[in-house]
Nanobody
Framework: EVQLVQSGGGLVQPGGSLRLSCVAS????????MTWVRQVPGKGLEWISA????????SYADSVKGRFTISRDNAKNTLYLQIYTLKPEDTGVYYC??????????WGQGTRVTVAS
């Protein structure tokens, strides 16, 4: 069965950094595009970023360009989201998901990011 297990969230100060991880199993990870999505209070579900299966094509929402970096290590079946210069409005629950035909079909359990002074 497909499983996506997330880690790396937590409480950080504004301007701080965080690295989120998503460990995949149950499918051929290196052949499949992946995405990050977040649930922000007051804004609903927001797409953040996506990465091609081989890691060569990256895309980002305008709201996170320049601060967020998506990457993957296919040898470890792991997806990453490196976040710099965190803002209070980045607070929310972050989800990784498998991205099949530009639509998430399997989701991680989510990890909470809280940005506060």
């Amino acid at each position: 069965e497909v499983q996506l297990v997330q880690s790396g969230g937590g409480l950080v100060q504004p301007g701080g950094s965080l690295r989120l991880s998503c460990v995949a199993s149950g499918f051929t990870f290196g052949n499949i595009d992946m995405t990050w999505v977040r649930q922000v209070p007051g804004k609903g579900l927001e797409w953040i970023s996506a990465i091609q299966g081989g890691g060569g094509l990256l895309s980002y929402a305008d709201s996170v360009k320049g601060r967020f970096t998506i990457s993957r290590d296919n040898a470890k079946n792991t997806l990453y989201l490196q976040i710099y210069t965190l803002k209070p409005e980045d607070t929310g629950v972050y989800y990784c998901a498998r991205f099949t035909n530009y639509a998430p079909d399997y989701w991680g359990q989510g990890t909470r990011v809280t940005v506060a002074s």
